[in-house]
């Protein structure tokens, strides 16, 4: 069954450093990769999108890689802030053998930047 | 250009009680998708409509749930005599429409409607 990877740990990092965030995912070929913020209470923000012909966007402070040989995407935030604490929440779409549009998401990446 | 709205906000219901919880997409957006979160859980996808059409509801539940999208109004989800297990919070998203099979665009979600059972 497909399955979507993120680390269930909390990443704790200073400010001011580059946090790093995974997603894997198995038994999956998804045309496209979404990036969403997630805070507390509050509903999914869209971040990034990445196609499958596509190997890094850049946003800003923001950078997704994306390997299909590896099925990982890698997601960065450079010069971190405090305001940069959250759920960071990784999400796939089917590809041409599903043609799904509804995303499927992993289970998201608690990161809190130190001051 | 209001956001995605949903209704209410919080519900609370007993068990065996229905459950209505609403959404209007962001203005010129025809495609709406609903999800659910667990407590400690990642977004579930449930079901994805378009005006007047379910397109995909494999993540739904076959009993007890339902959900539409009416020509006008906003779309519905309903559950009907909720359990405990029902008690989560529900995310509906909207995207534009475009054309082709692939939709590459971002889903715009509002704030949710969080639903305890008692």
């Known amino acids: 069954s497909q399955k979507i990877e993120q680390n269930s740990e909390a990443l704790n990092i200073q400010e001011g450093k580059t946090a790093t965030l995974t997603c894997n995912y198995t038994?999956?070929?998804?045309?496209?990769l979404q990036w969403y913020r997630q805070d507390p209470g509050r509903g999914p923000v869209f971040l990034l999108l990445?196609?499958?012909?596509?190997k890094e966007k850049r946003k800003e402070r923001l950078k997704v890689t994306f390997d299909t040989t590896l099925k990982q995407s890698l997601f960065h935030i450079t010069a971190s802030q405090p305001a940069d604490s959250a759920t960071y929440l990784c999400?796939?779409?089917?590809?041409?053998?599903?043609?799904?549009?509804?995303?499927?998401f992993g289970s998201g990446t608690r990161l809190q930047v130190q001051p | 250009n209001a956001g995605v709205m949903q209704n209410p906000r919080h519900l609370v219901r007993r068990r065996g009680q229905e459950a209505r919880l609403r959404c209007s997409p962001m203005?010129?957006?025809?495609?709406v998708y609903w999800y659910r979160q667990l407590p400690e859980e990642g977004l579930k996808f449930m079901v994805y409509?378009?005006?007047?059409?379910?397109?995909?509801e494999s993540g739904m539940p076959k009993e007890r749930f339902s959900a539409e999208f009416p020509k006008e109004g906003p779309s519905i989800l309903r559950i009907q005599q909720v359990v405990r297990g029902d008690s989560a919070a529900y995310f509906c998203?909207?995207?534009?429409?475009?054309?082709?099979?692939?939709?590459?665009?971002?889903?715009?979600f509002g704030p949710g409607t969080r639903l305890t059972v008692l």
């Open positions: 998203a909207s995207s534009p429409r475009t054309s082709g099979p692939i939709s590459y665009n971002e889903q715009f």
């Open positions: 038994n999956y070929s998804p045309a496209y």
């Open positions: 990445i196609r499958e012909n596509e």
């Open positions: 999400a796939l779409a089917g590809g041409a053998d599903t043609g799904r549009r509804a995303l499927t």
């Open positions: 203005k010129g957006h025809s495609h």
């Open positions: 409509l378009q005006k007047e059409n379910i397109i995909d």
